[in-house]
C-alpha cells in the first residue's frame, strides 16, 4: 500500500489550500484515513481523520470551521481543505490510513495508522 500525498506549498495568511493523498493497493473504501502534520522537533500531531464511512473526527480545535477532510472511494483519494490559513498551521502535512471495521471510529494517535505518506510541506506567511 502506498500513500501519495500532494497539493502543499506557499499561501498567505487567509488564504486556502487542498491536500491530496491518493492510495494505490490495497482496499481504501476499508480503510480509515487521517491527516496528521508535524513541525521540525515536535512528534506529529493528528488534524483529522474520517472513517470508511464518512464519519469525521477532529483533534484539533482550530481545525474546526477551518478544514474539511473528504474521500472519493471511486478515485482512492482522502482531501483535505484548509481555509483561513494561519500561520501556525506551517507543517509538513502526512495522510494516514488503517484497515478498520465499519464501525470503528478513526484514531488521534500515530500508531493507530498502519501506512503513511511522505508528507507535503505547507507554508503559511503571514
Known amino acids: 500500500v502506498q500513500l501519495q500525498a500532494s497539493g502543499g506549498g506557499l499561501a498567505q495568511a487567509g488564504g486556502s489550500l487542498r491536500l491530496s493523498c491518493v492510495v494505490s493497493?490495497?482496499?481504501?473504501?476499508?480503510?480509515?484515513m487521517a491527516w496528521f502534520r508535524q513541525v521540525p522537533g515536535k512528534e506529529s500531531e493528528f488534524v483529522v481523520g474520517?472513517?470508511?464511512?464518512?464519519?469525521?473526527?477532529y483533534q484539533i480545535d482550530s481545525a474546526k470551521g477551518r478544514f474539511t477532510i473528504s474521500r472519493d472511494n471511486a478515485k482512492k483519494t482522502v482531501f483535505l481543505q484548509m481555509n483561513s490559513l494561519k500561520p501556525e498551521d506551517t507543517a509538513v502535512y502526512l495522510c494516514?490510513?488503517?484497515?478498520?471495521?465499519?464501525?470503528?471510529?478513526?484514531?488521534?494517535?500515530?500508531?493507530?495508522?498502519?501506512?503513511w505518506g511522505q508528507g507535503t510541506q505547507v507554508t503559511v506567511s503571514s
Open positions: 474520517i472513517s470508511r464511512s464518512g464519519g469525521t473526527r
Open positions: 494516514a490510513a488503517e484497515p478498520a471495521i465499519l464501525s470503528v471510529i478513526p484514531g488521534t494517535s500515530a500508531g493507530d495508522y498502519r501506512y
Open positions: 493497493g490495497g482496499s481504501f473504501s476499508r480503510y480509515n
